[in-house]
């Protein structure tokens, strides 16, 4: 009886083992994230946006300290297909990019665009990649998560 026992309880083991190794394998490929349209958002009265088409809010102050403003009227928002969101806004000399996390936004690449600031930025998704033009001057810039392309 005890030698019965003993095999039930290596048999219950080694299934436990092997149903928990097998876990969820379930997986969904070539997921496009992209927003087809930019999102032009008004910061609040404590800096946050937040963007109820495509459920996305967030505080922009770290962005803002960063480009050494106080605030900005309008910031501009865009995710790539990869599923990076693009930031800017008129007067940054920068584009920001950033990877969703769980319950955050982390800085994954700070793109260089103009010394003097942009003026009038607005992005445009164009086959896989992120175009911003600045509409003041006719500049065009094409960028991914890396950077310029």
Known sequence: MAKSRLSS???????L???TACGPSLVLQDVDYAQPVESVLEPDSNTEVHDQRYAVKF???PVLEEEGVSSVDEIRLIRNTAGYYFLTASS???VYVFEPGEGELSLKNKIDISDEGLQQPAFNQRQGRIQLVDLETGNTYNLDHNGRI
């Not at 309880?9 to 299934?15: D, K, N, V």
């Open 9 to 15: 309880l290596i048999f219950s083991i080694a299934l």
């Open 92 to 94: 940054f000399t920068s």
């Open 59 to 61: 505080n922009i102050a």
């Open 17 to 19: 083992f092997g149903v």
